[in-house]
């Protein structure tokens, strides 16, 4: 398997823009997570969805945050409009419960610059 | 609601060397406690898992970790450290029934020669 495949890997982008990261879960994961990652913050769960249905959205910071999974192998985290403070690096993780393994795969990450 | 504490923000290991990272939780019941490590520019990867049983679980590239309940503590530890072990190490609790982790704040580890 590929593993959890994230796009793009660097994002660099004007503040007000619109930004979107992709991420692509390991085929037959029931689970999906999106985290942020900073110095200040360290790793922080943002959103995760089971069978693409999100769970827990209680750590998206703000409106200006959103995140959809339409189908099983593909998910996105859109920031709108975009700020300096949202520079981080985003990972999306994901999971399987059968059998019970709790174990989560993570991707590689996007580094997000918001200049 | 879990929580989980790693009081070594840095760590510094002449190559060689054995290695203890500590890792405290909180949480009523059993937990499930996993060790992460992140190389730089890369994601999170899986060193090991605690569910039951054993109190001392192998992992991978020659870490250990030891449960211990009575003081909620989770170490990791490798007899020998290499210079590629080089990273930021992670742990994380959960719980039985919920796919959701919480990670601690990380603990990073250098090698110096």
């Known amino acids: 398997d590929a593993g959890v495949i994230q796009s793009p890997r660097h994002e660099v982008t004007e503040m007000g823009q619109e930004v979107t990261l992709r991420c692509k879960p390991i085929s037959g994961h029931d689970y999906l997570f999106w985290y942020r990652q900073t110095m200040m913050r360290g790793l922080e769960l943002l959103i995760y969805?089971?069978?693409?249905?999100?769970?827990?959205d209680s750590g998206m910071p703000e409106d200006r945050f959103s995140a959809k999974m339409p189908n099983a192998s593909f998910s996105t985290l859109k920031i709108q409009p975009s700020e300096p403070r949202d520079s981080a690096v985003y990972f999306c993780?994901?999971?399987?419960?059968?059998?019970?393994?709790?174990?989560?795969?993570f991707g590689p990450g996007t580094r997000l610059t918001v200049t | 609601a879990q929580s989980v504490t790693q009081p070594d923000i840095h760590i510094t290991v002449s190559e060689g060397a054995s290695l203890e990272l500590r890792c405290n939780y909180s949480?009523?019941?059993?937990?499930?406690l996993f060790w992460y490590v992140q190389s730089p520019g890369q994601g999170l990867q899986l060193l090991l898992k605690y569910f039951s049983g054993d109190t001392l679980v192998q992992g991978i590239k020659g870490f250990e970790a030891e449960f211990k309940r009575s003081q909620s503590s989770f170490n990791l530890r490798k007899p020998s450290v290499h210079w590629s072990d080089a990273a930021e190490y992670f742990c994380a609790v959960g719980a039985r029934g919920f796919q959701k982790l919480v990670f601690g704040t990380g603990t990073r580890l250098l090698v110096s020669p």
């Open positions: 949480y009523g019941a059993t937990p499930y």
């Open positions: 993780a994901s999971s399987l419960r059968q059998g019970g393994s709790y174990e989560q795969y």
């Open positions: 969805f089971n069978n693409n249905v999100p769970i827990d």
